[in-house]
């Protein structure tokens, strides 16, 4: 019997060690809140015990995170609920415009915004609801409204934050070092692979997965920052260590471009870099970034005694590729001090040069969008239960106006609502047997936790697997509210039936207002960042102040991150699609170094003219999207002409860079025309077709 058991425990669909600590920590924390809500003798304890299954995450820091903007988003929208109950008085129209505009200003704020600030801005809107629509006439009961639920809400968080923090914590900033150490084996294995050749399958798939795990790193930050006093070491840190991982991730790209070479002196200097990267990538850790420091450091000196080498018939390639290399050691040198300073809480600085920048992409027209389709489901909503004055409507009105804020800056919102919708459907027939058939005849929290324990502790652990958190989520959150727990429960099966439906039909309208209203269009939002990375290309060529890569990298990275679940779902032409993303990157890059060498003035005049001429050119191409492949293939002749002249009689490392950059940028408009012309390839070679315009 015994062997049986652990092989069951054993597994791979058996929950592990932190699962359950999740899950008991989460319902402990629970039924602390929910007793302390009885002894404060608060309107609705179910609240405090709900806030902690909102909040609750794995991660200590992500729970402190967003249990502060939850209750900043509370306080917020309970200010903004009275003041526009006041401004409005009982004029229902004009009240119904204000929570409307309130909630889409809020929508638009949360769909511009990331992480625990987005979720924040997101509250503050339908808080304003949650609380103003049920005081509508009553404005006495106003003021005690909104106090209750900010003090059910603030006794949740505390509940929560204490349970996550001291009670066998997971901390963020544990997980991202954790996470930088398997990024930086993934970028070594990624490096050794590509520049060797590998299968390119397989380099398509390590590279977008070292992309996604880039993004959830410089994610992770804001959570590690809200762990320990030392709030702007750790930022600094994870901000340093991420953004070199960033570079590291461009300049392999831009090496593996300049990879073939038929030089003896530069095979050996590859597989002995494969030889070092392989060796990082089977056996990297954290207490051992000092031998790999010192590894790479002799390996930097020996690229930078090979640079001052004279070279035959290839100089302009072997000065691209020992400068490459020797600015992707220069960053995973810098990428291991960050992560070692973050692991031992140092005061690490990189040296005097500036913080990278970690900018993300703001989609002005989704938050519009997302702002149009709450103002429209909330004042229709609201309207509708002015009408009729029923309870169930407010209910539905209430979760419309949370559907269609929360959800709207989520990467697929219908998807996010119907996941968000079945969680809730499971919970009801749990809730009604708990609630009205067995509670009842079973009085006080001991009997409450023993019989909710059993159906929580296992949504818990469902909740702390991200394939299942959406809906395990749901569940537990409306298992709670369905239940309505008080000291007494009763039977009062007919007052269940209203909540539930109400709260079903509400997420069911608001899943049809994501269907109906401005319905989203993945062609019309790939074509809109596409064209955003085309014009971070345009201003690179024209801009007259030196550029900072490393957030160009970061916006240009976040951007591809989130094309890759829609490109996805395109087969061939999302795949062709992302490979011009990607190359517009690796472009980006040798047009930064060349506008550096330009303003640095590392060029002389005559060359520095014709340079910048021939990024002028490449500006213009792109900004005409003329559909005209002539102009691209002028434009190709005329910078692998210039790449030829500029090195006559000079043996300046500076000048064969620009030369070298100037091939490049040749080599990628030529493969990838849609670059410059704003289509996409068809399949083979017969022609072009443009995707439809904004």
Known sequence: MIQYIEKFVEHPAWPGRTAWIFALRTNAAALVALMAAF???????????????????????MVISKGLFRLAGTLIGALAAIGITAATGDIQWLFVVSIALWVALCTFAASMLRNPESYGAALAGYTAVIIALPAFGQSHLLVDVAYARCAEIMLGIICAG????????????????????NCIADLA????????????????????????????????????????????????????????LMSCLSIVNILVAHRVSSDETWRNLRDKLGKLL???AGNFKLDATGLWLDKLDAFAAEVAELKGKPWGDDRIGMMARLTLLGEFIDSLKA??????????RS????????????????DHNTALVNAIRAIVATALMTAYWMQTKHSDAAAAAIIVAVVCSLFASMPNPLQTSWGFFRGTLYAVPFAFILSQLVLPHFPGLFWFAVFIIPVLVPAAILMADPRHVGPATAFSINFIVFLKPHEKMAFEPAIFMETSLSVLIGVLIGILVFIVVLPKRPLVTVNRMMNALRTDIIRLCLRD?????????????????????????????GETLMDDALSSVTLGAEII?????????????????????????????????????GLVAEYVVSARSLAADIPEGSDRPLVLQAAASLRLIAVMIEDHPSLALGTKPSEGRKGFFRLPSL
Not at 44 to 59: D, E, K, L, N, R
Not at 553 to 570: E, G, H, K, V
Not at 596 to 625: F, M
């Open 545 to 573: 102040r030196v550029p900072n890569a490393s957030a160009f990298n970061s916006l240009a990275y976040d951007r591809i991150n989130q094309l890759m679940p829609i490109l996805q779902t395109m087969r061939e032409t």
């Open 335 to 344: 990428t291991l001090d960050g992560l070692s300073a973050l692991g031992s």
């Open 278 to 280: 392989d060796a990082m």
């Open 162 to 181: 204490i349970a996550s923090r001291f009670f066998q914590p997971q901390l963020a900033r544990t997980a991202l070092v954790e996470g930088l150490e």
């Open 189 to 244: 294995r990624y490096t050794s692979d590509a520049i060797a050749g590998g299968d390119s399958v397989q380099l398509k798939t390590a590279h977008r997965k070292l992309i996604a795990d880039t993004q959830a790193l410089a994610a992770m930050r804001a959570h590690a920052r809200l762990e320990a006093p030392s709030l702007v070491t750790h930022g600094r840190h994870s901000r340093h260590t991420v953004g070199h």
């Open 593 to 629: 170094r060349l506008r550096r060498l330009l303003l640095w003035g590392r060029l002389e005049h005559g060359i520095a003219d014709r340079v910048s001429e021939n990024l002028t050119q490449l500006a213009k191409i792109i900004s005409l999207q003329t559909q005209d492949p």
């Open 347 to 362: 005061q690490y600085i990189s040296g005097s040069r500036k913080p990278p920048a970690l900018p993300v992409y703001r």
């Open 39 to 61: 002894a404060l003798n608060l309107q609705q304890p179910q609240w405090a015990m709900m806030t902690v299954f909102i909040v609750s995450q794995p991660i200590a820091g």
